[in-house]
């Protein structure tokens, strides 16, 4: 029997708490969303424990936003197109609201390439930096994009006083799944933020001196060294908005 097939059989046995099945509940979520949805339509008891905000919270819900087009408003890439919901948008909104993390990191993308509303996106961006460091990367690429250098300064150096160096490869790693997450948004590439672009130069952050030698060199592959691929990256992402 599996978890899920547990707590429907317990759902009508009303000597179990609430509280107990939540715990449960939220044991089947950290692992997988979809293992949720037989008790959303076992009845009213078992809808109003998983969507409880301490269920939902860390709930697994990375297959979840693999396809923007499941749970983003428009239920399309096209933001200008048939204003429907995705077919997951309402449970998505559930966990947006019980703030959790992979929820707001895809609606904060979602927000600045849809919406074009780049103080939307850094709004929630920013719940969960500095503690996450792809929120925390991604702040700091956003707001060098926008022209913030101050702010972007200071989130890079929330990121190295809390998770990695700049120039390390998991740094690296968390830029590249950045990219493909905005890659997942169909971006519009109208090199928006270009005259605003700026690298931070406080904080003790500075732009690396190798970046122009090593873009010139690499050219269309963009395999440029680590100690300047971050200002590569946001350079790449400020094309791609």
Known sequence: MTSSEYLISKMVNPTISDDLLAMIAKKVADKSWLDLKPLIRS????RDIVYRPNVLKDANIYSLCRVPD???????????GPQGEGRNRPFFKRCLLANNPTAVYNEAIRVLIHETDINGALKLMQRHAPVRADATIACAIIFICAGYDYMGGLFLDLYTRNHHPLDSD????????FLEEINKFNPPYNNTYARSFCYPSSHGI???QCAYHCFMVSGAYQNVCNKCYLWSCARRISRML
């Open 70 to 80: 499941d749970f983003q408003v428009g239920g399309g890439h096209n933001p200008t």
């Open 170 to 177: 998991f740094t690296r790693d968390l830029c590249e799944e």
């Open 206 to 208: 500075k732009m690396p």
């Open 43 to 46: 009845g009213t008891r078992g």
